[in-house]
Protein backbone atom coordinates (compact mmCIF):
# COMPACT_ATOMS: atom_id res chain seq x y z
CA UNK A 1 0.00 0.00 0.00
CA UNK A 2 1.46 3.50 -0.91
CA UNK A 3 1.37 6.57 1.27
CA UNK A 4 -0.22 9.41 -0.14
CA UNK A 5 2.20 12.47 0.95
CA UNK A 6 0.98 16.33 1.54
CA UNK A 7 3.38 19.07 1.65
CA UNK A 8 3.54 21.00 4.59
CA UNK A 9 2.52 24.80 4.70
CA UNK A 10 5.90 25.31 4.79
CA UNK A 11 7.26 23.35 1.62
CA UNK A 12 3.84 24.58 -0.07
CA UNK A 13 5.02 28.27 0.04
CA UNK A 14 8.51 27.36 -0.83
CA UNK A 15 7.22 25.39 -4.18
CA UNK A 16 5.25 28.02 -4.65
CA UNK A 17 8.53 30.62 -4.73
CA UNK A 18 9.90 29.23 -6.90
CA UNK A 19 7.62 28.62 -9.42
CA UNK A 20 7.17 32.41 -9.01
CA UNK A 21 10.71 33.02 -9.03
CA UNK A 22 11.03 30.09 -12.95
CA UNK A 23 7.66 32.02 -14.18
CA UNK A 24 9.51 35.54 -13.89
CA UNK A 25 13.22 34.23 -14.47
CA UNK A 26 14.50 35.32 -11.01
CA UNK A 27 17.65 34.33 -11.13
CA UNK A 28 19.34 35.76 -7.72
CA UNK A 29 22.79 35.78 -8.83
CA UNK A 30 21.62 38.14 -11.68
CA UNK A 31 19.39 40.07 -9.97
CA UNK A 32 22.79 41.03 -7.35
CA UNK A 33 24.75 41.63 -10.42
CA UNK A 34 22.57 44.07 -11.69
CA UNK A 35 21.79 46.06 -8.80
CA UNK A 36 25.26 45.92 -7.95
CA UNK A 37 25.90 48.50 -11.48
CA UNK A 38 23.56 50.60 -10.68
CA UNK A 39 24.08 54.22 -9.32
CA UNK A 40 21.46 56.21 -6.79
CA UNK A 41 19.19 58.56 -8.48
CA UNK A 42 19.90 62.44 -7.48
CA UNK A 43 17.56 63.52 -4.77
CA UNK A 44 16.51 66.21 -6.90
CA UNK A 45 15.22 63.86 -9.84
CA UNK A 46 13.87 61.54 -7.52
CA UNK A 47 11.42 64.66 -6.08
CA UNK A 48 11.06 66.02 -9.93
CA UNK A 49 9.97 62.54 -10.74
CA UNK A 50 7.10 62.31 -7.93
CA UNK A 51 5.87 65.56 -8.41
CA UNK A 52 5.40 65.12 -12.05
CA UNK A 53 3.22 61.85 -11.08
CA UNK A 54 1.21 63.89 -8.85
CA UNK A 55 0.55 66.32 -11.30
CA UNK A 56 -0.91 63.69 -13.54
CA UNK A 57 -3.69 63.11 -11.04
CA UNK A 58 -4.23 66.56 -9.88
CA UNK A 59 -3.71 68.44 -13.24
CA UNK A 60 -2.19 71.20 -11.03
CA UNK A 61 -0.33 73.48 -12.86
CA UNK A 62 3.26 72.18 -13.17
CA UNK A 63 6.07 75.13 -12.86
CA UNK A 64 9.25 74.87 -14.76
CA UNK A 65 11.03 74.56 -11.21
CA UNK A 66 9.18 71.48 -10.83
CA UNK A 67 11.13 69.78 -13.53
CA UNK A 68 14.38 71.26 -14.18
CA UNK A 69 16.13 69.34 -12.33
CA UNK A 70 14.81 65.82 -14.52
CA UNK A 71 15.38 68.39 -17.29
CA UNK A 72 18.87 68.41 -16.89
CA UNK A 73 19.62 65.10 -15.90
CA UNK A 74 18.01 63.49 -18.86
CA UNK A 75 20.06 65.95 -20.72
CA UNK A 76 23.89 65.49 -19.08
CA UNK A 77 23.91 63.07 -16.82
CA UNK A 78 21.40 59.77 -17.92
CA UNK A 79 23.02 58.10 -20.41
CA UNK A 80 26.11 58.42 -18.74
CA UNK A 81 25.74 55.19 -17.17
CA UNK A 82 23.69 51.63 -18.71
CA UNK A 83 21.78 51.96 -14.83
CA UNK A 84 19.95 54.19 -12.38
CA UNK A 85 18.89 52.57 -9.32
CA UNK A 86 14.89 53.94 -9.06
CA UNK A 87 13.15 53.52 -5.74
CA UNK A 88 10.36 51.76 -5.24
CA UNK A 89 7.18 53.94 -5.34
CA UNK A 90 3.90 53.63 -4.13
CA UNK A 91 4.87 50.34 -3.65
CA UNK A 92 5.43 49.49 -7.23
CA UNK A 93 8.59 48.59 -8.65
CA UNK A 94 11.09 51.02 -10.34
CA UNK A 95 13.55 50.98 -13.21
CA UNK A 96 15.65 53.14 -15.12
CA UNK A 97 16.21 52.92 -19.11
CA UNK A 98 17.67 55.19 -21.39
CA UNK A 99 18.83 55.08 -25.25
CA UNK A 100 19.41 57.15 -27.85
CA UNK A 101 17.70 57.13 -31.44
CA UNK A 102 19.16 58.14 -35.00
CA UNK A 103 16.30 60.13 -35.89
CA UNK A 104 16.12 63.82 -35.03
CA UNK A 105 13.58 64.72 -32.24
CA UNK A 106 11.02 66.93 -34.25
CA UNK A 107 10.35 64.25 -36.61
CA UNK A 108 10.02 61.39 -33.68
CA UNK A 109 7.53 64.15 -32.40
CA UNK A 110 5.66 64.25 -35.55
CA UNK A 111 4.74 60.72 -35.91
CA UNK A 112 4.06 59.88 -32.50
CA UNK A 113 1.47 62.76 -31.83
CA UNK A 114 0.47 63.28 -34.84
CA UNK A 115 -3.26 64.08 -34.13
CA UNK A 116 -5.08 61.53 -36.98
CA UNK A 117 -3.02 58.87 -35.86
CA UNK A 118 -3.58 55.85 -33.22
CA UNK A 119 -1.26 56.88 -29.93
CA UNK A 120 -0.63 53.32 -30.04
CA UNK A 121 0.61 52.32 -33.67
CA UNK A 122 4.50 52.99 -33.56
CA UNK A 123 4.52 50.97 -29.94
CA UNK A 124 3.52 47.44 -31.69
CA UNK A 125 5.56 45.29 -29.25
CA UNK A 126 4.13 46.44 -26.35
CA UNK A 127 0.73 47.83 -26.93
CA UNK A 128 -1.97 45.75 -28.92
CA UNK A 129 -4.49 48.41 -28.43
CA UNK A 130 -4.15 51.95 -27.46
CA UNK A 131 -6.94 54.48 -27.73
CA UNK A 132 -7.66 58.13 -26.44
CA UNK A 133 -10.83 58.32 -24.15
CA UNK A 134 -10.61 62.28 -23.63
CA UNK A 135 -8.25 63.04 -26.28
CA UNK A 136 -6.23 66.39 -26.87
CA UNK A 137 -7.48 68.60 -28.50
CA UNK A 138 -4.62 70.84 -29.19
CA UNK A 139 -2.19 69.64 -32.20
CA UNK A 140 0.76 68.54 -30.29
CA UNK A 141 3.10 68.51 -33.61
CA UNK A 142 2.57 72.27 -33.54
CA UNK A 143 2.80 73.21 -30.45
CA UNK A 144 6.25 71.96 -30.03
CA UNK A 145 7.15 73.64 -33.06
CA UNK A 146 5.86 77.04 -31.81
CA UNK A 147 7.71 76.59 -28.27
CA UNK A 148 9.02 79.82 -27.10
CA UNK A 149 11.76 79.35 -24.51
CA UNK A 150 10.96 78.78 -20.94
CA UNK A 151 7.79 77.63 -22.43
CA UNK A 152 5.71 74.68 -20.36
CA UNK A 153 2.82 73.63 -22.14
CA UNK A 154 0.82 71.33 -20.01
CA UNK A 155 -1.62 68.48 -22.60
CA UNK A 156 -4.34 66.39 -20.80
CA UNK A 157 -5.92 63.51 -21.36
CA UNK A 158 -7.25 60.11 -20.94
CA UNK A 159 -6.93 56.77 -22.78
CA UNK A 160 -7.48 53.50 -22.57
CA UNK A 161 -4.43 50.48 -23.15
CA UNK A 162 -4.43 46.54 -23.72
CA UNK A 163 -0.48 45.79 -23.79
CA UNK A 164 0.86 43.09 -26.19
CA UNK A 165 1.55 39.36 -24.26
CA UNK A 166 4.59 39.45 -21.12
CA UNK A 167 7.39 37.44 -22.90
CA UNK A 168 7.51 35.33 -19.78
CA UNK A 169 3.97 34.65 -18.70
CA UNK A 170 1.57 34.98 -21.66
CA UNK A 171 -0.34 37.35 -19.49
CA UNK A 172 -2.08 40.79 -21.00
CA UNK A 173 -4.24 43.24 -19.82
CA UNK A 174 -6.85 46.10 -20.19
CA UNK A 175 -6.39 49.20 -18.23
CA UNK A 176 -7.28 52.96 -17.78
CA UNK A 177 -4.97 55.58 -17.56
CA UNK A 178 -4.51 59.57 -17.48
CA UNK A 179 -1.76 61.35 -19.18
CA UNK A 180 0.28 64.32 -19.29
CA UNK A 181 2.02 65.74 -22.37
CA UNK A 182 3.98 68.28 -20.85
CA UNK A 183 6.13 70.13 -24.01
CA UNK A 184 9.15 72.38 -22.34
CA UNK A 185 11.20 75.06 -23.65
CA UNK A 186 14.31 75.36 -20.97
CA UNK A 187 17.51 76.92 -21.46
CA UNK A 188 16.86 76.81 -25.71
CA UNK A 189 16.37 73.08 -25.53
CA UNK A 190 12.97 71.52 -26.17
CA UNK A 191 11.89 68.63 -24.46
CA UNK A 192 8.97 66.27 -24.38
CA UNK A 193 7.89 64.69 -21.41
CA UNK A 194 5.15 62.05 -21.23
CA UNK A 195 3.67 61.33 -17.88
CA UNK A 196 0.96 58.64 -17.33
CA UNK A 197 -0.70 56.80 -14.11
CA UNK A 198 -3.05 54.11 -13.98
CA UNK A 199 -6.19 54.85 -12.72
CA UNK A 200 -8.09 51.79 -11.25
CA UNK A 201 -6.67 48.20 -11.03
CA UNK A 202 -6.49 46.49 -14.94
CA UNK A 203 -8.78 43.60 -16.07
CA UNK A 204 -7.91 40.03 -14.40
CA UNK A 205 -4.60 39.04 -16.67
CA UNK A 206 -5.62 36.63 -19.86
CA UNK A 207 -3.88 34.24 -21.49
CA UNK A 208 -1.94 35.20 -24.78
CA UNK A 209 0.71 33.94 -27.14
CA UNK A 210 4.09 35.43 -28.00
CA UNK A 211 4.50 33.71 -31.39
CA UNK A 212 8.21 33.02 -32.48
CA UNK A 213 10.79 35.95 -31.97
CA UNK A 214 9.05 38.52 -30.41
CA UNK A 215 10.74 40.84 -32.71
CA UNK A 216 8.96 40.06 -35.14
CA UNK A 217 5.63 41.45 -33.38
CA UNK A 218 3.38 38.55 -33.80
CA UNK A 219 0.74 38.01 -31.30
CA UNK A 220 -2.31 35.72 -30.09
CA UNK A 221 -4.91 36.85 -27.75
CA UNK A 222 -7.18 34.42 -26.02
CA UNK A 223 -10.33 35.16 -24.03
CA UNK A 224 -9.54 32.95 -21.50
CA UNK A 225 -8.57 34.09 -17.79
CA UNK A 226 -4.86 33.18 -16.80
CA UNK A 227 -1.42 32.76 -17.49
CA UNK A 228 0.04 30.65 -20.63
CA UNK A 229 2.83 29.67 -18.42
CA UNK A 230 2.70 26.14 -18.23
CA UNK A 231 1.62 25.67 -14.04
CA UNK A 232 0.39 28.99 -14.04
CA UNK A 233 -3.03 29.06 -15.86
CA UNK A 234 -4.84 28.73 -12.82
CA UNK A 235 -3.80 32.44 -11.84
CA UNK A 236 -5.68 35.32 -11.54
CA UNK A 237 -3.37 38.14 -11.89
CA UNK A 238 -3.32 41.70 -12.37
CA UNK A 239 -1.62 44.93 -12.94
CA UNK A 240 -2.96 46.92 -9.72
CA UNK A 241 -0.77 49.91 -10.58
CA UNK A 242 1.97 51.09 -12.93
CA UNK A 243 3.10 54.57 -13.57
CA UNK A 244 5.63 56.30 -16.01
CA UNK A 245 7.84 59.40 -16.99
CA UNK A 246 9.70 59.50 -20.41
CA UNK A 247 11.73 62.18 -21.44
CA UNK A 248 12.60 63.14 -25.51
CA UNK A 249 14.83 66.01 -26.40
CA UNK A 250 17.92 66.15 -28.85
CA UNK A 251 20.86 64.54 -28.47
CA UNK A 252 23.73 67.39 -27.05
CA UNK A 253 26.62 66.06 -28.88
CA UNK A 254 24.60 65.11 -32.30
CA UNK A 255 21.06 67.11 -33.06
CA UNK A 256 20.20 64.28 -35.72
CA UNK A 257 19.98 61.61 -32.80
CA UNK A 258 17.37 61.92 -29.79
CA UNK A 259 17.64 60.80 -26.37
CA UNK A 260 14.82 59.23 -24.83
CA UNK A 261 15.08 58.55 -20.73
CA UNK A 262 12.65 56.41 -19.50
CA UNK A 263 11.05 55.97 -15.58
CA UNK A 264 8.87 53.02 -14.98
CA UNK A 265 6.87 51.32 -11.97
CA UNK A 266 4.81 48.51 -12.51
CA UNK A 267 2.74 46.78 -9.03
CA UNK A 268 1.90 43.36 -10.72
CA UNK A 269 0.91 40.39 -9.23
CA UNK A 270 -1.80 38.20 -8.00
CA UNK A 271 -3.54 37.41 -4.36
CA UNK A 272 -2.48 41.17 -3.48
CA UNK A 273 1.24 40.34 -4.09
CA UNK A 274 3.34 42.31 -6.13
CA UNK A 275 5.74 40.08 -8.17
CA UNK A 276 7.14 42.42 -10.12
CA UNK A 277 11.45 43.09 -10.14
CA UNK A 278 13.36 46.35 -11.18
CA UNK A 279 14.39 43.81 -14.20
CA UNK A 280 11.10 42.97 -14.96
CA UNK A 281 10.44 46.88 -15.24
CA UNK A 282 13.35 47.73 -17.27
CA UNK A 283 13.45 44.66 -19.81
CA UNK A 284 9.74 46.21 -20.47
CA UNK A 285 10.97 49.30 -21.41
CA UNK A 286 13.87 47.93 -23.65
CA UNK A 287 11.28 46.21 -25.20
CA UNK A 288 9.66 49.21 -25.91
CA UNK A 289 12.59 50.82 -27.15
CA UNK A 290 13.67 48.14 -29.59
CA UNK A 291 10.53 48.43 -31.67
CA UNK A 292 10.52 52.52 -31.54
CA UNK A 293 13.83 52.51 -32.70
CA UNK A 294 13.59 50.14 -35.09
CA UNK A 295 10.75 52.10 -36.82
CA UNK A 296 12.13 55.39 -36.23
CA UNK A 297 15.90 54.54 -37.81
CA UNK A 298 14.07 53.08 -41.13
CA UNK A 299 14.14 54.52 -44.31
CA UNK A 300 11.42 52.54 -45.27
CA UNK A 301 8.82 53.82 -43.02
CA UNK A 302 5.99 55.77 -44.71
CA UNK A 303 5.46 59.46 -44.62
CA UNK A 304 2.68 60.85 -42.26
CA UNK A 305 0.53 61.14 -45.51
CA UNK A 306 0.16 57.62 -46.06
CA UNK A 307 -0.07 56.86 -42.41
CA UNK A 308 -3.21 58.96 -42.93
CA UNK A 309 -4.55 57.42 -45.80
CA UNK A 310 -4.04 53.93 -44.50
CA UNK A 311 -5.78 55.01 -40.75
CA UNK A 312 -8.67 56.42 -42.57
CA UNK A 313 -9.18 53.69 -44.98
CA UNK A 314 -9.06 51.18 -41.92
CA UNK A 315 -11.25 53.01 -39.35
CA UNK A 316 -14.06 52.75 -41.83
CA UNK A 317 -13.99 49.07 -42.02
CA UNK A 318 -16.98 47.43 -40.70
CA UNK A 319 -16.45 43.53 -39.14
CA UNK A 320 -17.14 41.87 -42.41
CA UNK A 321 -14.49 43.91 -44.48
CA UNK A 322 -12.30 43.05 -41.73
CA UNK A 323 -12.97 39.27 -41.42
CA UNK A 324 -12.36 39.52 -45.54
CA UNK A 325 -9.31 41.42 -45.10
CA UNK A 326 -7.74 39.11 -42.49
CA UNK A 327 -8.61 35.59 -43.78
CA UNK A 328 -5.46 35.40 -45.13
CA UNK A 329 -3.58 36.44 -41.82
CA UNK A 330 -5.78 33.17 -40.32
CA UNK A 331 -4.29 30.90 -42.80
CA UNK A 332 -0.87 31.53 -41.74
CA UNK A 333 -1.43 32.01 -37.96
CA UNK A 334 -3.03 28.14 -38.41
CA UNK A 335 0.32 27.31 -40.64
CA UNK A 336 2.81 29.18 -37.86
CA UNK A 337 1.15 27.39 -35.17
CA UNK A 338 1.96 23.93 -35.80
CA UNK A 339 5.68 24.75 -35.58
CA UNK A 340 5.02 27.25 -32.57
CA UNK A 341 6.12 25.38 -29.08
CA UNK A 342 2.77 26.94 -27.59
CA UNK A 343 0.45 27.38 -30.03
CA UNK A 344 1.26 23.69 -31.15
CA UNK A 345 -0.79 22.71 -27.68
CA UNK A 346 -3.94 20.99 -27.69
CA UNK A 347 -6.08 23.31 -25.98
CA UNK A 348 -4.24 26.45 -28.53
CA UNK A 349 -4.95 24.34 -31.77
CA UNK A 350 -8.60 23.59 -30.54
CA UNK A 351 -9.24 27.17 -30.68
CA UNK A 352 -7.46 27.71 -34.01
CA UNK A 353 -9.98 25.40 -35.66
CA UNK A 354 -12.79 27.19 -35.20
CA UNK A 355 -14.44 29.17 -38.15
CA UNK A 356 -13.15 32.54 -36.62
CA UNK A 357 -10.44 32.36 -34.18
CA UNK A 358 -10.65 36.06 -34.26
CA UNK A 359 -14.37 35.98 -33.34
CA UNK A 360 -13.79 37.47 -30.03
CA UNK A 361 -11.15 40.35 -30.77
CA UNK A 362 -13.06 43.53 -30.68
CA UNK A 363 -13.17 45.91 -34.22
CA UNK A 364 -10.79 47.99 -32.70
CA UNK A 365 -8.46 44.90 -32.02
CA UNK A 366 -8.86 43.68 -35.19
CA UNK A 367 -8.58 47.60 -36.81
CA UNK A 368 -5.34 47.82 -34.94
CA UNK A 369 -4.23 44.45 -36.19
CA UNK A 370 -4.08 45.42 -39.64
CA UNK A 371 -2.42 48.53 -38.96
CA UNK A 372 0.22 46.68 -37.22
CA UNK A 373 0.61 44.01 -40.01
CA UNK A 374 0.81 47.20 -42.83
CA UNK A 375 3.77 48.46 -40.60
CA UNK A 376 5.48 45.31 -40.24
CA UNK A 377 5.20 45.37 -44.33
CA UNK A 378 6.27 48.90 -45.16
CA UNK A 379 9.38 48.83 -42.92
CA UNK A 380 10.14 44.95 -44.06
CA UNK A 381 9.82 42.83 -41.06
CA UNK A 382 7.82 39.67 -42.87
CA UNK A 383 4.25 40.04 -42.69
CA UNK A 384 1.36 37.39 -41.57
CA UNK A 385 -1.21 39.40 -43.53
CA UNK A 386 -0.80 40.22 -47.39
CA UNK A 387 -1.77 43.14 -48.97
CA UNK A 388 -3.27 42.60 -51.71
CA UNK A 389 -6.58 41.32 -50.93
CA UNK A 390 -7.15 45.43 -50.57
CA UNK A 391 -6.94 47.32 -52.98
CA UNK A 392 -6.28 50.65 -51.30
CA UNK A 393 -3.71 49.05 -48.76
CA UNK A 394 -1.91 47.63 -51.51
CA UNK A 395 -1.56 51.13 -53.28
CA UNK A 396 -0.18 52.79 -50.91
CA UNK A 397 3.10 50.48 -51.13
CA UNK A 398 5.78 51.20 -53.45
CA UNK A 399 5.18 49.66 -56.36
CA UNK A 400 8.41 47.64 -56.12
CA UNK A 401 6.99 46.15 -52.50
CA UNK A 402 3.20 45.07 -53.95
CA UNK A 403 2.36 41.67 -54.10
CA UNK A 404 2.24 39.66 -56.71
Known amino acids: MTRRRTLRPAFRTMALALMIMAAFSLHPQALWASQSMEKELPEAVSTSLATLVQRVQDREAVMLVNAIPLLDFAKNTALSRDNWKVEDFMEATGAYFGYSI ?39 PALWQDLHENAVVAVYGQETEENTPDVTTGGYYTYHADRLILLIN ?48 WVNSYMFDSFSVTVLSADKSDPER ?20 SGHVRSGCERFSQSLIKLMESDRLPDIETFQSMTRHVRAMDRRELS ?28 LAEDDPLEHYSDYALKSLVMK ?28 DQES
Open 324 to 351: RTLQPYIEKLREMSAEDTVLSRRSFQRM
Open 186 to 233: HGGEKYLLSISKQRDQSSVGRKGVVIGDDADWNYFYTDEEGLTKGGLG
Open 373 to 400: EFLKKSIGIPAMLTMSHDDVLASLFPEH
Open 102 to 140: ASPVDRIVKYLYHPELPPSIFHPSVVRVGKWDEGPSEDI
Open 258 to 277: TQHVMFKWVRAGWSGMNMVR
